[in-house]
Structures are given as structure tokens and as C-alpha cells.
């Protein structure tokens, strides 16, 4: 398995997993926040014609996550998979997109993958993460969510790899004077995002026998920095900063191979 990200954070999210089935690649794309000409832009720097994907999963139905879902996939041909909720919550589905629903916490088989959609807590409709097998490797992707739970942790442990949402410095974003209370509560409430240290927590409460590479994502370009970030998770990792690595929000990263 393969996996890359096309940028990461609050103005627009993508990630694509890729795995040989038999004598095919195929490919994956987890959430499209970025605008159509963007996201074929971003697929082609990362190797890929748009024609290639073979699906889409969406997490939940905001506008950095859901934003460029539908036109993509009506124009190139994808289908489309995400909860009852958020299909719901995320506007018109237009005519040409086929749209699968899936159950949160139920397995399902996808061109070779076995996916499951975990349930998470955060402040959208019916939210899902997503934790995904080819048969050889395990890739969890564990952003935007509140807090850790139980559930979590065993649906998290004993991946290959893991994408883990370190949204904010606590203490940034206390201080930032240009948020006003309401949103620091919602941001760091147990329906907002992933504080560094609430990652750390959720990374030291996992198995990680199997786990070979770890991805801070979802970072706040305005409370947090990426330092900040991988000193977190290389605390809990106990190994260099920078052995961490980070999704940015213009690039964020290149293939990473399992």
C-alpha cells in the first residue's frame, strides 16, 4: 500500500491510498475539500489522472472535507461513499454521481480494500474515519474528532500506519485574540478537533506493535506549528521530531510507500 496527501487542514483536505489487486493499481481518495480544477491539479502533481480514482470516501459533510465531492466525481466518473447523515447534511447529490451509503462500524469490501468506517465524535451529521486494509498493510486516518474513546482505540490498533489529526496548541489558541470565545470552545470541545496532547493520548492508548509511520495532519495554520506537532507524537513514539511526518495544507505530502 500507498498513501499521499493533497493538502491538509481547513482549506480543503484529500488523501489518496493506492494498492496493487491482482495486476491493477487502485486507487482511493479520502475527501475532497479543494475545487475541481484545484483537486485535477493536485491529483496530476501527485501522478494521477482523475480518471484513475476508483472512489471516493467522504468523512463528514464540511465544506473543507466535502466542498469538491461531487463535481469531481460527476465529471471524472467516481463513485461515491459516505454515511446515511452525512449525504443528508451535505447538500444535493447531482444526478450523475452514484452514491453508495455505508453503515459507521461495519466492514465493507471496495476493489480489493476492506474498509471500515469508524464512528467518531464531532459536530457534523453522522461522522466517519476511516481505517483501511489491502490483505498486507493497515492504514488508519483519524482527523476530525473531538476526543478519544474506547471504541477508538481498538478500531486504531495495530495499523502499518496512521494520519492523526494535531489540529492546535492548547495554549495557542487559548491566546489567539483574534478567535473569539465561542469558536475556541467549539474547537476545543469534545465535538471540535484534536488538541497535540489529546493525539499524543489517543497514539499512547493504541497498539503499536505493527506501527511504522505516523502523519500529523489537520494542523492550524494560526495554533499550531509543525514542531509543535511532531514533538507531541515523537514523545509518545519515542524517536526524533523529525521522524514525524507532516501533512501541510499546499502539498501536503508525498507517496508514502508500507
Known sequence: ??????????????????????????????????????????LRSAGLEPDALDAILVTHEHGDHIGGVYKLAATHGIPVYMTHGTRLAGGKVPARVVLHELEPDR??????????PVAVPH???????YVIDDGRTRLGVLTDIGHGTAHIRRAYSGLDALVLE???????LANNPRYPESLKRRIGGDYGHL?????????AGLD???????VAAHLSQKNNTEDLAR???????????EAVKVAGQEKGFEWIGL
Open 1 to 42: 500500500m500507498q498513501f499521499a496527501s493533497l493538502g491538509s487542514g481547513s482549506e480543503g483536505n484529500g488523501l489518496l491510498v493506492r494498492s496493487t489487486v491482482g495486476n491493477r493499481a487502485v486507487h482511493l481518495l479520502v475527501d475532497c475539500g479543494f475545487g475541481l480544477g484545484d483537486a485535477q491539479a493536485r
Open 107 to 116: 466492514h465493507f469490501e471496495l476493489r480489493g480494500f476492506r474498509v471500515l
Open 123 to 129: 459536530d457534523a451529521r453522522e461522522p466517519v474515519q
Open 166 to 172: 494535531c489540529n492546535h496548541d492548547e495554549t495557542l
Open 195 to 203: 488538541a497535540n496532547s489529546a493525539a499524543a493520548a489517543i497514539l
Open 208 to 214: 503499536r506493535s505493527r506501527l511504522r509511520v505516523v
Open 231 to 241: 514533538r507531541a507524537l515523537a514523545s509518545v513514539l519515542d524517536c526524533e521530531a
